[in-house]
């Protein structure tokens, strides 16, 4: 179980925050919706915070009522769910329909388990020092590297060799980086949307950094530090600010 856990976002602008944070005794989930690109038709008549919020809800049942089932069943389930809650106007063929990275940890009696789809980082602190990084790179990793065009992304998106997220297709959920870590190996863990992993890719900071800013002074503080270089430094690519969440969940000493 989780001692204690604490968390912070903020939006990267006027716009609604699409991030969301759920988390129970055993559990947290951070979901990072996919900001729809300028001029793109989703086919859906919902926004990405309606599919954020659905998918929340759906993965907060699933982990409270089917705790043996696996976390890649429970994503499944609340895709499928989700998905079910749109309408016949909804064309959940599109490739552009809204969609969400998903990061999620579950304690359990010795283990920590772990889920990644998308760019939603999760990173360990281990007893005696260190960390281990859990990511899902794929959507680094497209053919012709960055800056990606708009019918790239649509065209990798649930394709070989391409990326994978939460949208309206269950199977999704078999594609996430999933795994466990020995329990009495780790003193928390950290989980984080994008907005937050640019201390990383983009400043210099280590996930060792990141984790010691997290722990010694909390969620807000190291989304401020996020902001403060993005209006000293400016971006690398894309917006100016993102939605950023940070997440500490500090385990239980056994």
């Known amino acids: 179980m989780f001692a204690e856990i604490t968390y912070a976002t903020r939006p990267g602008s006027e716009w609604p ?17 996919a900001t729809a690109a300028a001029g793109v038709d ?31 069943d429970i994503l499944g389930a609340a895709i499928e769910r989700t998905a079910s809650a749109h309408g016949a106007a909804c064309d959940l063929g599109n490739p552009d329909s809204p969609s969400s990275t998903v990061a999620m940890v579950r304690s359990g009696r010795d283990r920590l388990e772990y889920l990644v789809l998308g760019d939603s980082p999760v990173v360990f602190s281990l007893v005696g020092g260190g960390v281990q990084v859990v990511s899902d790179d794929r959507l680094e990793r497209l053919p012709g590297g960055r800056p990606y065009s708009v019918e790239l992304v649509r065209r990798m998106r649930f394709a070989p060799g391409g990326f994978w997220v939460a ?22 863990a950290g989980v984080f949307s ?45 917006k100016p600010h993102d939605d950023a969440t940070a997440v500490w969940g500090l385990l239980e000493v056994r």
Request: hydrophobic share 45%; aromatic share 6%; net charge negative.
């Open 17 to 33: 925050n699409e991030d969301l944070v759920i988390a129970g005794p055993s559990w947290i989930v951070v979901l990072d919706g």
């Open 42 to 72: 989703s086919g859906c008549a919902h926004d990405v915070p309606w599919l954020v919020g659905r998918l929340g809800g759906a993965l907060a049942e699933g982990l409270c009522a089917h705790g043996g089932a696996s976390l890649a």
């Open 167 to 188: 949208g309206a297709r269950p199977e999704a959920a078999r594609h996430a980086v999933c795994g466990a870590v020995n329990l009495r190996g780790v003193r928390g």
């Open 194 to 238: 994008d907005g937050v992993a640019r201390l990383v890719e983009w400043y210099g900071w280590s996930w060792d950094d990141v984790l010691a800013a997290l722990a010694g002074q909390g969620p807000a503080a190291l989304i401020e530090a996020v902001r403060e270089l993005e209006r000293s430094r400016g971006p690398v690519r894309g």
